[in-house]
């Protein structure tokens, strides 16, 4: 059916897209004291406008998944091009917080498009486990994506280079994908009836979806959630944060990379064992090391958490498919939104910490590694949570006959 598509332009462009929405992530972090000196604006005001990122990113998600057969992945990157491209502009000639707002908005809009018609394009591309592997490979290009801009923006930055400057950089990704998606046919759904919204969301009522559903909230904060927070805590420890940043950043896009031989090996439900297990104890040890033993740390926690983004998104493509790309966009919506609710909660976790340490007369350094070392082993709570539910769905699966014979499927293409 898929025979005359052009897969390498199409996974290519596909990668590029998600190497925008990392430079949005990492290029915007680091210009946003800029953006804070340049127009006054409280740590507060830059948090909303963090925010914008977040809602963007999972109500996109959600409404491309709704119309990904009707309206079509095509059409939904061309949105996503409009989006990115107004996006990056209004905020390079910003005029003040509400201009920023908008933009923000419009870049997570963009970037939601970008997951919603790319991830079932790959699943409807390929199969089992090649598509296992593509997928991974596809996402390793958000770390990888997160790791160069972050490089990028500090070093414009450390050469005085403007924050204006650093987001046209974000502009070379997105014209790229822009080239690479033009003129080329798209892909048809490999599943039979998974262009039905109504099967869809049949599908989405199953024991395995639901159970997923409810796993893919809790790895995305266990992913997000130290990696958002681990600068504050870690700058007190004697660790050098963006040094854990990169290594971090880099091991993930490295073990995406070679995620197909894992998979295959290991199979889904194996990887997410394993992942939970290793997030729980990189989490772990960055609430009790100082020094470099949180290079130890890092790389543990990359290696956890390396994984459960696309195979989350894979389990989702190969176990209920006639959930087609509704259920994968929804999947990651769950993903984002877990993210943006759990900020806050973290957050206060932080100030009642700060404040449980200052009343001891802990002060200086010594307060701010307690504070983020015992705010650390709350979140142990997400990972220690899925180490059960994983090893419970390894069990479940192993015995279905389906799971097993696709998960075997070696893909030829």
């Not at 598509?5 to 996974?11: G, P, T």
């Not at 925010?51 to 709704?66: A, R, T």
């Not at 997105?174 to 033009?182: D, G, H, K, P, R």
């Not at 419970?392 to 030829?412: D, H, R």
Request: hydrophobic share 50%; net charge positive.
């Amino acid at each position: 059916m898929n025979e005359n598509i052009n897969k390498s332009a199409l996974f290519n462009g596909s990668c590029f897209a998600l190497i925008t929405t990392a430079f949005t992530f990492s290029i915007r972090a680091g210009i946003l004291p800029q953006l804070g000196q340049t127009f006054g604006l409280s740590a507060e005001q830059l948090g909303f406008i963090n925010s914008m990122w977040f809602l963007g990113f999972p109500i996109s998600m959600i409404i491309g998944g709704l119309v990904y057969h009707t309206f079509g992945p095509k059409n939904i990157m061309m949105v996503a091009f409009v989006c990115h491209t107004i996006g990056i502009i209004l905020t390079i000639y910003a005029g003040g917080y509400a201009t920023l707002l908008i933009s923000t908005l419009l870049i997570g809009v963009g970037n939601g498009c970008t997951e919603a018609a790319c991830n079932p394009m790959i699943a409807d591309m390929y199969s089992g486990v090649k598509m296992n592997k593509m997928l991974n490979r596809f996402h390793m290009w958000f770390p990888g994506g997160i790791l160069l801009g972050a490089l990028i923006s500090k070093f414009m930055t450390d050469s005085g280079l403007s924050w204006q400057a650093q987001m046209w950089v974000t502009m070379i990704p997105t014209i790229t994908y822009a080239v690479l998606f033009f003129g080329k046919a798209f892909p048809k759904p490999q599943v039979e009836g998974s262009t039905s919204l109504a099967k869809n969301f049949k599908a989405m009522l199953s024991p395995v979806y639901i159970f997923l559903f409810i796993c893919m909230a809790l790895t995305a904060i266990t992913e997000f959630g130290p990696n958002q927070w681990v600068s504050i805590i870690l700058s007190s420890s004697g660790a050098e944060p963006m040094i854990i940043l990169a290594l971090t950043s880099g091991l993930m896009a490295v073990g995406r990379f070679f995620a197909g031989p894992v998979v295959g090996t290991l199979g889904q439900t194996g990887v997410l064992v394993i992942s939970a297990i290793l997030a729980t104890i990189g989490i772990y040890m960055f609430s009790t090391v100082t020094g470099p033993m949180a290079y130890v740390a890092a790389v543990i926690f990359a290696l956890g958490i390396c994984y459960f983004w696309p195979v989350m998104i894979g389990s989702v493509a190969q176990r209920v498919p006639r959930s087609s790309a509704l259920g994968m966009s929804i999947v990651g919506g769950v993903g984002m939104f877990s993210t943006s609710i759990f900020q806050p909660i973290i957050g206060s976790w932080i100030d009642n910490s700060r404040a449980a340490n200052t009343a001891r007369g802990i002060t200086g350094n010594a307060l701010e590694l307690a504070t983020g070392q015992s705010a650390l082993l709350k979140m142990l709570t997400f990972p220690s949570i899925l180490v059960v539910l994983f090893i419970i769905f390894f069990v479940w699966q192993k015995n279905s006959k389906t799971a097993t014979e696709s998960e075997m499927t070696m893909a030829v293409h």
